[in-house]
């Protein structure tokens, strides 16, 4: 049974979460706390999956519950349910936050939110992986901006202007979307001279998940290592989410799995990130059986650590509550096949967007298609789909 615990300093809202998720008590243990100190009694009991916070509480706040929280139990999923004038706050202290969730929150999209939480637990849960995720100490939130500007399209008010603003007021940030819509990965026939024109002429989603790439990449600084150099990483993988979304396009996916093959294709090696960070002596190791046994990294990956980057990768993105296309996209883009859910669909763009990468790799790496795969999601020829793309 999954374990969840809500904590709210106001009984009547913690009423209307038992009322709401009534329903759901035959699959969840659901406990409440008036406060966050209850809560951390509570939970010094046992353990729990997910823990859903108001922010504004006295005493301890939600954030500084939070904070606790990611000390003594750094594998409980944590949420934040709270109303929009706590937003300020919120963003000072949004690192130990995994999801937000916006006041009054309709019962279907709690549910959602929990389940899938839960759905990627069940999806990737292997012993390996587990034991890969039980050491490292804690995995990294997903950054702020994006949740800021998620937030502002949710507000009634919300413009894609206000959403050009929030990315100009980090210069960084602005400087380095700037530079890579202009690059050639985009192909654009104007110059784009502000976020602002960024947003209309390549659509929020696209500059939401450039804002998430460019965030969750400069968190990782390490000087290039033969398993992974990350700015040879970041541009493999801006070149995977340019030529998946073309790809989705060619495939006639909806306008949804288009955006998320970009997001999926920016993000499915994130993996490598959080082993070449947590794992430095593994990677070696991972490299050494690669060579000696003559086989792909992901191969040896599995050897070592008996999981894989994508394995991680797709953890993270699920614990951070984005959609079962992009975790599959992510989770399965070296093997396919293996994935539950059959194509044509974000998983194959991001697949084929990442195979055809290898297509002059220096070090003589062949393509490895599933060409299974592609056949049974309908696809004989690999070439027609890449080549009417506008990505070389
Ligand atoms: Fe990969
Ligand atoms: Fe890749």
């Known amino acids: 049974m999954r374990r969840i615990l809500f904590v709210d300093d106001e009984p009547m809202v913690l009423d209307g979460l038992r009322r709401m998720l009534r329903p759901m008590r035959k699959q969840w243990e659901m406990e409440y706390a008036t406060s966050g100190e209850e809560a951390l009694r509570i939970m010094a009991d046992g353990v729990f999956d997910v823990i859903v916070t108001d922010m504004r509480m006295p005493g301890m706040d939600g954030s500084q519950l939070l904070y606790r929280v990611r000390e003594l139990y750094p594998h409980t999923v944590r949420i934040i349910l709270s109303g929009q004038s706590d937003k300020e706050k919120l963003l000072r202290s949004i690192e130990p936050v995994h999801q937000y969730l916006s006041k009054p929150c309709d019962a279907?999209?709690?549910?959602?939110?929990?389940?899938?939480?839960?759905?990627?637990?069940?999806?990737?849960?292997?012993?390996?992986?587990?034991?890969?995720?039980?050491?490292?100490?804690?995995?990294?939130?997903?950054?702020?901006?994006?949740?800021?500007?998620?937030?502002?399209?949710?507000?009634?008010?919300?413009?894609?202007?206000?959403?050009?603003?929030?990315?100009?007021?980090?210069?960084?940030?602005?400087?380095?979307?700037?530079?890579?819509v202009n690059s050639s990965f985009f192909g654009l026939a104007t110059h784009v001279g502000n976020p602002a024109k960024a947003v209309s002429l390549l659509g929020l989603e696209t500059v939401k998940a450039l804002v998430a790439g460019i965030m969750i990449f400069s968190q990782f600084a390490h000087p290039p290592s033969p398993y992974c150099a990350i700015e040879e990483l970041w541009n493999h993988s801006v070149a995977t989410s340019c030529l998946a979304r073309d790809i989705a396009g060619n495939l006639n996916l909806t306008r949804e799995e288009i955006d998320d093959s970009f997001l999926a294709g920016l993000l499915h090696d994130v993996g490598k990130l959080i082993l070449l960070d947590r794992f430095p002596q593994e990677c070696k190791t991972i490299l050494e059986v690669a060579g000696s046994m003559g086989r792909p990294i992901v191969e040896a990956e599995k050897i070592v650590l008996g999981t894989t980057h994508a394995e991680l990768g797709a953890y993270l993105l699920g614990i951070w509550g984005f959609s079962d296309s992009v975790i599959h996209g992510i989770a399965f883009h070296h093997r396919p096949g293996e994935c539950p859910n059959a194509g044509p669909g974000v998983l194959t763009a991001v697949h084929i967007a990442n195979e055809s990468q290898y297509r002059s790799a220096p070090d003589g790496r062949t393509l490895n298609f599933d060409l299974d795969y592609l056949s049974k999601s309908g696809i004989e020829r690999v070439e027609e789909l890449t080549s009417a793309c506008s990505y070389p």
């Open 108 to 180: 279907e999209i709690l549910k959602a939110t929990v389940s899938r939480t839960f759905a990627v637990r069940r999806l990737l849960e292997n012993d390996a992986l587990a034991n890969v995720i039980s050491k490292i100490e804690s995995l990294p939130s997903l950054p702020s901006m994006y949740s800021e500007i998620t937030d502002e399209i949710d507000s009634p008010d919300g413009s894609l202007a206000k959403v050009g603003e929030i990315i100009s007021k980090d210069i960084g940030m602005s400087a380095k979307i700037l530079q890579l």
